[in-house]
C-alpha cells in the first residue's frame, strides 16, 4: 500500500508526488492535555492523527498527512499536572509557518484537522492570515463538527455528556487505542447548561466565555465517559469519515470535474 | 434620565459609580467596511453601537457602553473602496488594552458586544487571553447568535438570505438610522449553500474558510435586502434585546443573588 | 449638505469620490481619560472630533472625517478612575492600520489631528513609518499648536493656565458641549514652571520627561479653568479654523495650482 | 514494561510520577526536511526520537519522552520539496512554551535532545532565555556532539563524509528504520574542507556561516552515504547511549549523591 | 583626573561609585548617516559624546557617561551612502535595555542626551516606556533645544541655516574635531520655510511630517555651513554646558538640598 | 595614512570606496560587563575593536571598521554591578538593522567580529536570518576560536585558565590597554571540567547550559590571570591577525582570482 505520510518520501518523491498528483495534505492539530480520571494526555492528538489515516486511506483525492502538531492551546487545563500549552502567538506560528512551507512547495489543498476545542478560534485566524497572504484558504474542520447532523442518533448520553474525555472521546480512544482507556477509572461529570451555553460539544452557543477547567471539573473530565462503547465509537468513525469523504469530493474533485467541462 | 456612556462621566463619577454599583460594561465591536450597493461603511458599528445603547436603557443591572471600536477584522473586504481594516494583531490589542484599562478601574461585568462576522474567533482570542492573565471571562457576544432559535419565526427570506447589507441588517438599519438605507439600489444576491458551508449568519457551518468577499459578491451585499422592512427590524430588536436582558440576569442578577444566599 | 464623514458613505460613492475629488481625509485620535473635577473623559476626543468637523466644512478641498480614535495613550493618568490606555505599540498599530487602509484606496492627503498631549511622540513615530513604507507623509497636527502665535492675544491666564481641564479646554468645551462643564466643581490648579520645563500647553520644553499625573495634581487638572469662557472658547476655535484652512491651502491648494503650472 | 512516553500516562499518573520521582524529561527537536537521494524527510526527527528512546530504556534516572518537535529551521534546505520550515522565533517560542509548561508542572531535569545541525544556535538561544526566567537550565545536546572522542575509531570515511543524509545518518537509519534506506539511491557527496570551515559533522570549525543547501549538493547530501552499514550504526548508537548515561550521571546522579551528603 | 567613562571601571568600583555618590549617568544617542559634503558620517555621535564629556567634567554631581548608542533612526538618509538605520523597534529596545540595565544595578539620575532630530520622537516612547514600568523618569535632552533663547545672539546664518552639516554643526565640530571638517566642501543649502514648517533646528513648528532628505537637499547638508566658526562654536558649546549645569543642578542639586531640609 | 574607520568619512567619499573598491565590513560586537577585580567592564568590547583595527591594517583587501557594539547579552553577568545586558531580540535586532543598512549601500564582505561568549549563538542566529533574506552570508568569527590549533603552543595556564578575565583577556588587555589592568588585584579561580563541559574558551563542550556567572565565581573572574604577560599577549595577538588575515585571503581575494580565470 502507498505511504501516507508526507515525512516518509524522500524529497524527490514528494515533488513527483505534487507535480503529478496535487494531493491534499492534512495537518492534525491536537493537544497534551489531561483527559480526566480515564484518559491519557495523548488523547486528543492521538484520536486527530488516527481520524486522518482513515480519512486518507478513504480519499477520493491522493493524501498525505504531515505529522501531528501535539501541543494546542490549553491554559484552562494547566491546573492539572502534564498539560503542555502553547501561547496563542505560538500555536498561530507553528501551523502557519507549517502552511506556509508546503505552499512554497506547491500544495494547494489543505485541511487543518482540529481535535481540540481550545484550538478552535486561534486556528481560524490561522485560516485568515494564509488566506490574505497566499491566497489560499485551507479548510478549517474540527472534526466532532462535521458529525452535528448524525451524532443525535448515535450518542446515548443526553445533552452535557458530550464534553471532555467524554462518551465521545472514550468510544473513540476504545476503537483507536483501547490499552488508553482505563475503565475502572471512569466516572461521569454532567454540567447542567443553559440557554446560551453548554459544556457539550455539539451545543449551539451563543456566547464566548473562558473558563480554567477546574471550575466545572475538579476531576478533569466533563461528560459521560461511562455510557462509552467500541459500538459507538465504531459509528461516530464511520460517520465522521462518510463526511470528510464528501467533504473532499465537494471542494476538490467535483471542483476538478466543473473545471475540466468549462 | 442617566448617561449610560462611560466617557460622559467625569472621573469622580465613575469611580462613585464602580464602588457603588459595580456596572456591567458593554464594548462594542464593528467594522468599517463596505456593505453593498445601498448600505453605508458605519453598517456594523451603528447597529451594534444602538443595540448596546437599547440594551443598557433594558438592563437589570447598571450598565455602562464604551465608545464603539470602529475598526474590525476585513481584509476580505479590502478590494470595495473604503473598507478599513485592522491586522489581528492590532484589533487583538486593542480590544485586549481596552479591558484591560476598566479591569484596572475594578470593573469584573464585561460584555463583547461584536456586530462583524470577521472579528469573531479574533474576539474569542481576546477572552481568552483575558481569562489567563486576570482571572475575568469577558462575555464575547455576536449579537445576532443570541436569537438563533427565534429567527426562523421573523425572517421572510430563506437560507442565504441574511448574509451581509442582507434582510437582517437592513432590516435594522431602517429601525436605527432609515436615513442610511438607499431604498432604491438594494438588490438580492443569494448565494447557494452546501451540506458543510453557507453564507448565512444563522448556518450551522461545520468548516471554517478565508474568502475574499469579491469572490462571493460582486456588489458586496449577501442575502435578500429586498424583503427587509422596518417591521422585521423592530422584531428582530426586541426578541435580541429580550436575550440580552435575560443572559445579564442569568450571569450577574441571580448569581449576585445565589452569592447572596450562600 | 453634503456628509462629511467618511463612514456614512456606500462603498460605492467613496470609489467615486476618491477618483473624482481626490479628498482630504482627517484621522482625529483623542483620549478617554481623566479631565479633573469638571470635564468629562470625553473632553479630548469630543474636542479632536468637532474641530474636525469644523475643519471640514470650511476646508477648501473635499475633506472626509474618519471616526474618532478615542483611546491614546495615557498610562499617566491610570491612578484616576475611568481612564482608558492603549499600549504605546497598540496605539501605534492602530493609527497605521487605519492610514495604511485609506492609502490603499487611493487617498494621499491625510491630516492627523490629534487633541491629546501624550500622544505627540508617539503619533510622529507612525507617520515616519507610514513615510517609509508608503513615500506618502501624512501631517501630523495637535490643534493647539497651530494658535501659539496668536494664544497670547486670546488667554486670561498666565503661563500655567493651560495645562489639562484648562482655560483652553473648558472654553472650547463651552463652546461644542456646554453641558459637559460642570462649572460649580471649576477649580484652578497652578503649577510653577521652570527654565526648562512647564505645564503649559503653550510652553517651549527644552526637555522630556514623564510624569504621573497625580504627582502634578491631587485632583487631575492643570490650569486656570474659572478663567475659561465661551468668548475665550470661540476666539479659540476661529484662529484653529483660520489656521487648518491655511495649512490645507498651503499643502494641497497651491501644491496644485504649482503642479498645473509646471 | 513502564510507559517512558509523557503523553502516554493520564494527569494523575504524571502528578504522582513528578511528585515521587523527580524525572528528566527528554525534548527531541528534529526536522522535517530533504535527506538527499536515499533517506525519507522524516529522518532527522526519527533519529532523535528512536535516541531518546533508548536512552530512556537505559538511564540511571526516571526518563519520559514527550512528543518530538519534528519541524525545525531549515530555510536553508527550502529549495528541497518537502521541506518544512519554522521561522527562528517560531521555533523558539514552540520548545520555549513546552519547556516552561513542564516546569510549571515540577519538572527541573531536562534535557533538549537535538538532532538537526540548523537547529544549534536557536536551542541555545531557547536555554539561555528558560535560565534567565525560571532558574533552570535544560541541558542541550546535539547528540553526536557526544562522541566526538569516539567517532574517529568508527567511521569508515575521512573528514567530510558526515554532513547531511551521510555516513552517519544513514548508519543510524538502518539500525532504527531500514525500510526508510533506499540503497541503490545511495551516492556520495564530498565537499572540499579548509582551515576554518568543514561541512563535517565533527569537523571544529572556526566561523560561522549561511548557505543555502543547494549551494553544497544538487542532489542534497552531503558525505559518504555508501561507506554507512548497521555495524557502523549500531557502533555509533552505542556510544551515544553511554554518553548519555555518564551525562545523566554526572548532572543527576552524583549530584543527587552530593546534596545527600551535605 | 577621576574616570568620566562607565565602562572604565571594574564592576567593583562602579558598585562603590553607585552606592556612595549615586552617580548622574549620561546616554548619548547619535547616528551614523549622511552629513552633506564636508561633514563625515560620524557628526552626530561624535557631537553627542564630547558635549557629554564636557558635561561631566562641569556636572555639580559625580556624572558617568556610557559608551555611545552611535547608530539612530535614520531611514530618511538612506539615499545617502554610508548611513546606517535601525528600526525604529531596534532603536526603541537597544535605550530601554541600556536604561533598564543600569537601573537594576541603582542608579536613578539619568539623560539621554540626543544629538539627532529623527530620534526625538521616539527616544520620548522610550522616557514614557521606562516611567511606566520603573517609576523613574530619564531626562530627554536634544541638546540644542537647550539653548534655544540663546542662539539668535550667537548665530550668523538667517533661520534656515542651522538645519543639518549646517552652521551649528559645523562650528561644534571645528571645536572637537576640526581635521573631519572640510572646508573646502562647504556649501550653503537654504531652504525656505512657511509658517508651519522650516527645517531649521530651532523652528517652532506646528506640523508633523516625513520626508525623505533627498527631497529637500541633493547633496545632504540643510543650512549654511560657510558661515560656521571655531569661535561660534565655542559660543555655542559654551551655553550648552552652562544650559545642563543649571538643569543638573535644578534636577539634582537643589532637590537634595530640599529633601535634606524636610 | 588611510582611514579605516566607515563613519569618518562623507557620504560620497564612502560612495566612492563601495563602487570603487568593494571594501570588506568588519562589525565588532562585544559587550560591557563585569570582568572580574582587575579588569574594567570595557575588556571585551575594547579587545575586538583593537583586534579590528589591527586587522584593517594588516588585510588584503581594503577593509572599514564599524563603531563597536559595546552592549551585548550579558543575563548572566547582571548580578554584577555595572554589567549592561541587552534582550536578545534587542541584540538580534542592533546587528540585524546595522547589516542590512550596510547591504543596502552595496556591502556584500561582512565580517562579525564577536569578543563575547555569551553573543555566539544568538549571532548565529543573525548570520542565518541575513543569508535567508539577502543572500549574502556574513561571516561570524568569534576571535580566539580562529586560534584553537595554535593556543597550546602559547598559554601557560592549563585547561580552566582561559575562562573570563583570565590569560587570554589579560594578556590582550597587558598589550592594547595596559592602563586597564589593575595587576595587584589579580586573582585566579580555577572551576574543575568535566567530560561534557568546561569554561574554559578553547574547551570543546558537548552540552549546552545556562549558568549566572556568580554561581561560577564569586569575584567574576574564571581562569589564570596571573599566568598573563604581555609577551602572551602579543604572540596571541599576532596568531590572531595572521589566521583572519588568512581567512580574508581564501574569502576574498583567492576568490576573486577564481573569478577572474574563469
Not at 20 to 37: C, W, Y
Not at 102 to 111: A, C, T, V
Not at 170 to 196: A, H, Y
Request: net charge negative; glycine share 6%.
Amino acid at each position: 500500500m502507498e505511504k501516507i505520510f508526507w515525512s516518509d518520501y524522500t524529497t524527490n518523491e514528494i515533488k513527483n508526488i505534487i507535480s503529478e498528483e496535487d494531493p491534499l495534505v492534512i495537518i492534525t492539530v491536537g493537544a497534551t492535555e489531561q483527559h480526566g480520571t480515564h484518559l491519557p494526555l495523548n488523547t486528543d492528538t492521538d484520536l486527530g492523527f488516527n481520524i486522518a489515516q482513515r480519512i486518507a486511506k478513504n480519499s477520493p483525492v491522493k493524501t498525505l498527512i504531515l505529522p501531528p502538531v501535539w501541543a494546542g492551546f490549553s491554559p484552562h487545563h494547566m491546573d492539572f499536572s502534564g498539560t503542555i500549552t502553547l501561547k496563542q502567538k505560538t500555536l498561530f506560528n507553528v501551523v502557519y509557518d507549517i502552511i506556509e512551507s508546503i505552499i512554497q512547495h506547491g500544495i494547494s489543498k489543505i485541511i487543518i484537522l482540529n481535535s481540540h476545542g481550545g484550538n478552535m478560534s486561534l486556528l481560524k485566524t490561522v485560516v485568515d492570515e494564509v488566506g490574505i497572504n497566499h491566497n489560499i484558504s485551507p479548510i478549517l474542520v474540527t472534526y466532532w463538527h462535521l458529525i452535528s447532523s448524525q451524532i443525535n442518533a448515535i450518542r446515548k448520553s443526553e445533552m452535557g455528556g458530550m464534553g471532555h474525555a467524554c462518551e465521545l472521546e472514550t468510544s473513540l480512544k476504545m476503537v483507536f487505542s483501547p490499552q488508553d482507556v482505563q475503565e475502572d477509572l471512569m466516572e461521569d461529570v454532567m454540567i447542567p447548561e443553559n440557554e446560551f451555553f453548554s459544556v457539550d460539544m455539539f451545543a449551539k452557543n451563543k456566547i464566548g466565555i473562558y473558563q480554567p477547567f477546574k471550575n466545572w471539573s475538579e476531576s478533569g473530565q466533563i461528560g459521560a465517559p461511562t455510557l462509552a462503547s467500541v459500538e459507538t465509537g465504531e459509528k461516530i468513525l464511520e460517520n465522521i469519515i462518510e463526511q470528510f469523504t464528501e467533504l473532499i469530493k465537494l471542494e476538490w474533485v467535483d471542483e476538478d470535474v466543473n473545471e475540466k467541462n468549462n
